[in-house]
T-cell receptor, first 116, second 117 residues
Framework: GAVVSQHPSRVICKSGTSVKIECRSL??????MFWYRQFPKQSLMLMAT?????????EQGVEKDKFLINHASLTLSTLTVTSAHPEDSSFYIC????????????FGPGTRLTVL | AQTVTQSQPEMSVQEAETVTLSCTYD???????LFWYKQPPSRQMILVIRQEAYKQQNATENRFSVNFQKAAKSFSLKISDSQLGDTAMYFC??????????????FGQGTELSVKP
């Protein structure tokens, strides 16, 4: 089956620094990737949708300058949390799919970000 | 806008018993997909079952089956012969059938299921 990886799985950083999270589709071409944020015991909140080669579409309330998303190739999308603060600490999950098979979305294992 | 509601934050069931998780949704769309995802303690999201709205027949996957009531906008998940490995957070999700939207999922709040030995 299709596999999506995320790196790193855990990251701890100091307040004010930037952190980059990678999401890779290992055995298929991901035309669309999604980034979610999840707080403990809560649901997944969609942050943005990225299509290869174009700018990401952010959900309402998500700061574009804070969460930079790049989808430079059909197998890689990155999320950069800029000038991270403790309130950015969360679990970040990516998922990927290939158009036109839009009913099958493959999830990465997630990245736990802790900002001190 | 579409919404998905799971009204049971927590549920528990004895091993080998049957449990049903509830989900309702609101949409004006006619073509869409519904999903149940499982998130075990590892936090890896796992697809449990998928239902296309145009299909009247309820989807089944081994011990997992759904009761899809399109008019009532209800999509419940039944787990038969519950196993300890079924312990997880379960999310109901909605997706509009729109290639332009690229398959955006809308999740419910989740139901935390505990299977007790």
């Amino acid at each position: 089956g299709a596999v999506v990886s995320q790196h790193p799985s855990r990251v701890i950083c100091k307040s004010g620094t930037s952190v980059k999270i990678e999401c890779r589709s290992l055995d298929f071409q991901a035309t669309t990737m999604f980034w979610y944020r999840q707080f403990p015991k809560q649901s997944l909140m969609l942050m943005a949708t990225s299509n290869e080669g174009s700018k990401a579409t952010y959900e309402q309330g998500v700061e574009k300058d804070k969460f930079l998303i790049n989808h430079a190739s059909l197998t890689l999308s990155t999320l950069t949390v800029t000038s991270a603060h403790p309130e950015d600490s969360s679990f970040y999950i990516c998922s990927a799919l290939t158009v036109p098979i839009i009913d099958t979305q493959y999830f990465g294992p997630g990245t736990r970000l802790t900002v001190l | 806008a579409q919404t998905v509601t799971q009204s049971q934050p927590e549920m528990s069931v004895q091993e080998a018993e049957t449990v049903t998780l509830s989900c309702t949704y609101d949409t004006s769309e006619n073509n869409y997909y519904l999903f149940w995802y499982k998130q075990p303690p590892s936090r890896q999201m796992i697809l449990v079952i998928r239902q296309e709205a145009y299909k009247q027949q309820n989807a089944t996957e081994n011990r997992f089956s759904v009761n899809f009531q399109k008019a009532a906008k209800s999509f419940s998940l039944k787990i038969s012969d519950s196993q300890l490995g079924d312990t997880a957070m379960y999310f109901c999700a909605f997706m509009k059938h729109d290639y332009n939207q690229g398959g955006k999922l809308i999740f419910g709040q989740g139901t935390e299921l505990s299977v007790k030995p």
